[in-house]
């Protein structure tokens, strides 16, 4: 299954020339899930040829306008493109009633049904499931109530070894273990367990979406071994206090966050618009984390 | 006086790739006022330099998002960067509740006093007046309650004619004289009457802004001889058609407008995206206003 992630936005709230603010394209096994939605996202989307139409759900962290004010725009275009499958938005309490009370003043009747999901961004809950993945909250400390995300594949089957496999084998036998079942003797077969003729499944892939935050060591516990993660770094070390301040986070602190949570890759982003080049953050991160990247526009990560 | 336009956005709903939708900057006398806010409006105002705390007071012509949903970064922007002085947004009912929802959910409490005067987008009415313009609305026909406004500069001072001016007079006459008094005779100067040493006093500018409507000929008295108009022209004639179903103008209308109307000057935009080319809406114009223009993106004009 392809599982992949596109960053859209890289920038915090207040604009800057040549960033946008916080939204990512995941894409698993072919559907498309959109995290975030700040101002002009259906721009970003139009640029890397992403269709609307095609989104399946989209997550909302929190309702700061740099992560939720290009709903209303999206919106809109689904519906002026005729949309029909009904949309779900998983997010915080309130965005069902700022998206709605848009709606009924605009008087626009959207040609799709629109489904939210609120979240208890407190609580790590599994908080949607399909058939291609899970998704669970992970509790965010910001100003206001703010989930992360834990994106999750579902399992994987396991690969059959074909030199393992006798000739005698039918399609239906094929059929049943690659479905993971063991077979029991017949005329054509001796009986083969599953296990003794496969590699063990993969573990799924997982990808952590944490912004906006306020340094939480505690975060590394439910995001152990994640094969991506992206945290916020919206300050240098040398504004630590007022990352603190804000609820924020360093780039040195998501680093450690990384170490601490034994993550394959990490991803920062959400810049706070002081910082004309990104250079120091990522050396600063890198310090720490050694294959820290840039969540810069366009990215395309294999997770 | 200066009084000038910059258009900041061309386009009408769907998304297109190098354009963006409506909005304008008026300046007068120094004073900046914002015409309608697209999503995006900020990033726009930050390519042309325009400071968003600068502006003294909003005019939005309808709840369409293609019109509005640039409204909530703007504001957002403005509280990050600690705007005091209060704001205007003048516009139709709803606008308010909408965007003091937003904010409520999103819990931010602006750093400034947001006032909202509603308008009755059925009526000529003056709606708005400072010391450098009055705003009236004028009447749009559209899906939903829309107003246009004529921007109209403070009356001019009439010039003095300084070869009538007697060699004797004293810098109070001269100041009396500016004010547009008469004076009475006294033992410097014989008596003067205002209007036999002065030029009349030039008419003052006007500005119409039409957007979005069906051709409604019956507009044109309500904008006779105006400087500059700004008429929306979605489609072309060839769409004449869809252009009435969706209460929209095709360019050749915005012209005919421009004529009944004696406008010195029109621009047309809200281009449909459907177009790629905008060369055919200048063509279409031009066959009945020979002078019309295209109001895309960084064009300024002098009103």
Same mark, same amino acid.
């Not at 946008?20 to 498309?32: D, F, I, N, R």
């Not at 059929?175 to 296990?195: S, T």
């Not at 995001?223 to 919206?234: C, F």
């Given at each position: 299954?392809?599982?992949?992630?596109?960053?859209?936005?890289?920038?915090?709230?207040?604009?800057?020339?040549?960033?946008?603010?916080?939204?990512?394209?995941?894409?698993?096994?072919?559907?498309?899930?959109?995290?975030?939605?700040?101002?002009?996202?259906?721009?970003?989307?139009?640029?890397?040829?992403?269709?609307?139409?095609?989104?399946?759900?989209?997550?909302?962290?929190?309702?700061?306008?740099?992560?939720?004010?290009?709903?209303?725009?999206?919106?809109?275009?689904?519906?002026?493109?005729?949309?029909?499958?009904?949309?779900?938005?998983?997010?915080?309490?309130?965005?069902?009633?700022?998206?709605?009370?848009?709606?009924?003043?605009?008087?626009?009747?959207?040609?799709?049904?629109?489904?939210?999901?609120?979240?208890?961004?407190?609580?790590?809950?599994?908080?949607?499931?399909?058939?291609?993945?899970?998704?669970?909250?992970?509790?965010?400390?910001?100003?206001?109530?703010?989930?992360?995300?834990?994106?999750?594949?579902?399992?994987?089957?396991?690969? !059959?070894?074909?030199? =393992?496999?006798? %000739?005698?084998?039918?399609? #239906?036998?094929? *059929? /049943?273990? $690659?479905?993971?079942?063991?077979?029991?003797?017949?005329?054509?077969?001796?009986?083969?367990?599953?296990?003794?003729?496969?590699?063990?499944?993969?573990?799924?892939?997982?990808?952590?979406?944490?912004?906006?935050?306020?340094?939480?060591?505690?975060?590394?516990?439910?995001?152990?071994?994640?094969?991506?993660?992206?945290?916020?770094?919206?300050? !240098?070390?040398?504004? =630590?206090?007022? %990352?603190?301040?804000?609820? #924020?986070?360093? *780039? /040195?602190? $998501?680093?450690?966050?990384?170490?601490?949570?034994?993550?394959?890759?990490?991803?920062?982003?959400?810049?706070?618009?002081?910082?004309?080049?990104?250079?120091?953050?990522?050396?600063?991160?890198?310090?720490?984390?050694?294959?820290?990247?840039?969540?810069?526009?366009?990215?395309?990560?294999?997770?």
């Amino acid at each position: 299954m392809n599982f992949e992630l596109q960053i859209l936005g890289s920038a915090s709230a207040t604009p800057t020339q040549g960033r946008h603010p916080t939204a990512q394209l995941l894409t698993a096994g072919g559907q498309q899930y959109l995290i975030d939605c700040g101002e002009g996202t259906q721009w970003r989307m139009l640029e890397h040829r992403v269709r609307p139409h095609h989104l399946r759900t989209i997550f909302i962290s929190h309702l700061h306008g740099d992560h939720c004010f290009g709903l209303f725009g999206l919106l809109g275009t689904m519906h002026l493109q005729g949309r029909t499958e009904p949309l779900l938005i998983v997010g915080p309490p309130g965005l069902d009633e700022m998206l709605r009370t848009q709606m009924r003043v605009s008087e626009v009747k959207l040609s799709f049904a629109m489904d939210f999901r609120r979240v208890d961004t407190e609580q790590v809950a599994e908080v949607y499931a399909d058939e291609q993945i899970t998704v669970s909250t992970l509790p965010m400390r910001h100003r206001i109530a703010c989930a992360g995300y834990l994106f999750t594949e579902q399992p994987r089957r396991a690969k !059959l070894l074909k030199d =393992r496999l006798p %000739a005698s084998l039918l399609p #239906h036998h094929l *059929a /049943r273990l $690659a479905q993971g079942h063991d077979l029991e003797a017949d005329e054509h077969q001796p009986g083969l367990r599953h296990a003794d003729v496969s590699t063990p499944a993969p573990a799924p892939r997982r990808y952590a979406f944490c912004s906006d935050t306020l340094y939480t060591p505690a975060l590394a516990q439910h995001v152990q071994g994640v094969e991506v993660l992206y945290h916020e770094a919206t300050f !240098l070390e040398e504004l =630590r206090e007022r %990352a603190a301040q804000t609820h #924020h986070s360093t *780039a /040195r602190q $998501a680093a450690e966050l990384a170490v601490a949570a034994g993550a394959k890759r990490l991803l920062i982003g959400h810049f706070s618009s002081r910082y004309k080049s990104l250079e120091p953050f990522l050396a600063e991160a890198q310090a720490v984390f050694p294959s820290a990247e840039l969540a810069i526009e366009g990215l395309l990560v294999s997770i």
